[in-house]
Structures are given as C-alpha cells and as structure tokens.
Nanobody
C-alpha cells in the first residue's frame, strides 16, 4: 500500500506561480513512477506530467515550457513547479503513483484556481 498526500494548491492570478508537493508513505520501494494529473469541472482527469524512477519525464503539451516536475527521493516527495499559470489551468490536481508497474494510486487532490 502507498499513501500520497498533496499540498501547495491555492488561488493565484494569471501569470503567477505555484508549487505543489506530494509525499509518499508506505511501500514506497514499490513505486515505479510518480506524477500529476488534473481534473477540471465537467472534464475527465488528464495527464499533466509523470516521471519514472530512471528520470524519464512525460509532459502534456499544455504543461511543456511552463511546468517542471522534480523529485526528492530521500524525502519520498515529488514537486510540481507551475509558472505562468493560466485560467485554464484551474483544476483539482492529483498526485499519482504507479506501483509494481500495475496499480495506480492517487492522492486526495489539491485545488488550484487561477484568476484572470
């Protein structure tokens, strides 16, 4: 079992920045990849970015050039630095972990609201 706890969401003006954090606990040795997804009202959950244990990243086109994922392995924490935020980035952001290459785990979500 893996538990994920996010923090760092909030309200920001367009053009501003936020940094999200997600700390994993439990069987963290079984995690293959971590990342972030988001879900806006009325929309399906969508990929923002993932990073594998080897460091390979996969960014959504909407995140490229503005968002940066990083991880602090000793702290079992992954970060999402979001710059130049836009109103369309408003969503609930979910931390994600792929465990044993098979099972997805999710955090409880953190709200990001970008005002115009």
């Amino acid at each position: 079992q893996v538990q994920l706890v996010e923090s760092g969401g909030g309200l920001v003006q367009a053009g501003g920045s936020l940094r999200l954090s997600c700390t994993a606990s439990g069987s963290t040795f079984s995690i293959n990849a971590v990342g972030w997804y988001r879900q806006a009202p009325g929309n399906e959950r969508e990929l923002v970015v993932t990073i594998s244990n080897s460091g390979r990243t996969n960014y959504a086109d909407s995140a490229k050039g503005r968002f940066t994922i990083s991880r602090d392995n000793p702290k079992n924490t992954v970060y999402l630095q979001m710059n130049n935020l836009k109103p369309e980035d408003t969503a609930v952001y979910y931390c994600y972990a792929l465990v044993w290459g098979l099972k997805n785990y999710w955090g409880q979500g953190t709200q990001v609201t970008v005002s115009s």
